[in-house]
């Protein structure tokens, strides 16, 4: 029997609709042009086939996506990656964290920081540099943002200059979005 996953983990849970998802085989053409930039550009997974029920949103979101956590220039892929944890966890996205902690971990081979992370949530003390970008984006990601300009003096003191800024605002921010509609939509689920 499925169990819904409420704790943070670096195990990627499945995550499971709550409505159905669009039949690959039967969608509209539409909606197979929507789908065709995933996410991840790695298939296309039930989280893609629900939001292809809006298949004009889904072909916007997708490149965007792309190209704010995949971007070449900027801040370090796997920076972007820790600004979408710190998001997951502010706004309680077990399945994205997961998803993300796992891609940083995977980049950087520090499995410390994402421990340190998931041990003591948004008190996790990690390295400075990585701090700064921790609680940058947990500070950007409730509602309103509890970001201030000293936040953004400390990523500036860690050496990250405006377009690195820019893109751990992007990334942060589309997370406060994916995280509600993850949330809004299905729940983690552990076989």
């Known amino acids: 029997m499925s169990e819904v996953v409420h704790t943070f983990t670096t ?4 995550w499971q609709p709550y409505v159905v998802p669009v039949d690959f085989a039967a ?18 997974s039930p989280y893609v086939l629900t939001l292809a029920h809006d298949p004009e949103t889904l ?29 997951s966890i502010v706004n309680r996205c077990v399945y994205c964290a997961a998803v993300h902690a796992s891609r940083f971990t995977a980049q950087t081979k520090r ?32 509602t309103p943002p509890e970001a201030t300009a000293a936040d953004v003096r400390a990523l500036a003191d860690v050496g990250l200059n405006e377009l690195e800024v820019l893109d751990l ?13 993850m949330h809004t939509l299905g729940e983690p689920i552990k076989d």
Do not use: C
């Not at 195990?11 to 499945?14: E, I, K, L, S, Y």
């Not at 979101?61 to 971007?71: E, Q």
């Open 111 to 142: 499995s410390d920081v994402i421990d340190a992370i998931f041990a003591d949530g948004l008190n996790a003390t990690i390295d400075e540099h990585l701090q700064a970008i921790f609680d940058f984006s947990a500070h950007l990601s409730p």
């Open 59 to 87: 072909a916007v979101r997708s490149p965007l996506f792309n190209l704010i956590m995949y971007g070449k220039d900027g801040l370090a892929s796997s920076e972007r990656e820790l600004g979408a944890v710190a998001a």
């Open 27 to 44: 969608a509209t053409e539409e909606q197979h042009a929507a789908m065709q930039t995933t996410p991840s550009n790695k298939g296309i």
């Open 169 to 181: 605002v992007l990334s942060s921010a589309i997370f406060g979005w994916a995280n509600r509609l």
């Open 11 to 14: 195990t990627v849970p499945r």
